[in-house]
């Protein structure tokens, strides 16, 4: 398997522009997961899907965030308008959720470096 | 606040020694357990999980320990190699499919030859 693939691996735009970030998850998988990875922060949870259903998405910083996930081989992330304080490099992970399935592992992928001039 | 928290931003070890990286959380809650390795430019990839229940978990080079009065973990990785350079984060989650990971912010590990 290819693994989780995400694109485009560098983003620089400018404050204000539209930018969207996509992630392919790993086929069979029904879990996917956004995360975004900061100096201060560290690594967080945007949001979380489950059979293409967000389940949890207390951790998008605001409205201008914004994921959606239209199939189970597809999901983007969207900020609009962009600020210069959301640089930072967004990872897409995801996992199998099983009917027995206690605990999953997150299978990341490389990440997009997002820059906002 | 931060619930999962790796107080030291960087280590350094020779190679054979071993790396000890800690972490510590705040919440009693949490029951599961997972260390993740990420080199530059990489995602994070799984190492080593551990449950509630065990104190220790052992793969190969890893060990994981668990000291759960003291909200405690460490890894240790023995004998260390100079491919084991990369980012450690320490992550929590509850036992229970499907839920977010909580990160640390990460050890940064360098061995060197």
């Known amino acids: 398997d290819a693994g989780v693939i995400q694109s485009p691996r560098h983003e620089v735009t400018e404050m204000g522009q539209e930018v969207t970030l996509r992630c392919k998850p790993i086929?069979?998988?029904?879990?996917l997961f956004w995360y975004r990875q900061t100096m201060m922060r560290g690594l967080e949870l945007l949001i979380y899907?489950?059979?293409?259903?967000?389940?949890?998405d207390s951790g998008m910083p605001e409205d201008r965030f914004s994921a959606k996930m239209p199939n189970a081989s597809f999901s983007t992330l969207k900020i609009q308008p962009s600020e210069p304080r959301d640089s930072a490099v967004y990872f897409c992970?995801?996992?199998?959720?099983?009917?027995?399935?206690?605990?999953?592992?997150?299978?990341f992928g490389p990440g997009t470096r997002l820059t906002v001039l | 606040d931060q619930q999962v928290k790796q107080n030291s931003p960087s280590l350094s070890v020779q190679e054979g020694r071993i790396s000890i990286l800690n972490c510590d959380y705040t919440?009693?809650?949490?029951?599961?357990f997972l260390w993740y390795k990420k080199y530059p430019a990489e995602g994070p990839t799984f190492l080593i999980s551990?449950?509630?229940?065990?104190d220790k978990n052992e793969d190969g080079r890893f060990t994981v320990f668990l000291n759960k009065s003291a909200k405690h973990l460490s890894l240790h990785i023995v004998p260390s190699q100079p491919g084991d350079s990369a980012v450690y984060f320490c992550?929590?989650?509850?036992?229970?499919?499907?839920?977010?990971?909580?990160f640390g912010k990460g050890t940064t590990l360098s061995v060197s030859s």
């Open positions: 086929s069979g998988h029904n879990s």
């Open positions: 992550a929590a989650t509850f036992n229970q499919a499907g839920t977010a990971l909580i």
């Open positions: 992970a995801s996992s199998f959720l099983g009917l027995f399935t206690v605990t999953d592992t997150q299978y």
């Open positions: 919440n009693s809650m949490f029951d599961y």
């Open positions: 899907f489950n059979n293409n259903v967000p389940i949890d």
């Open positions: 551990i449950s509630s229940i065990k």
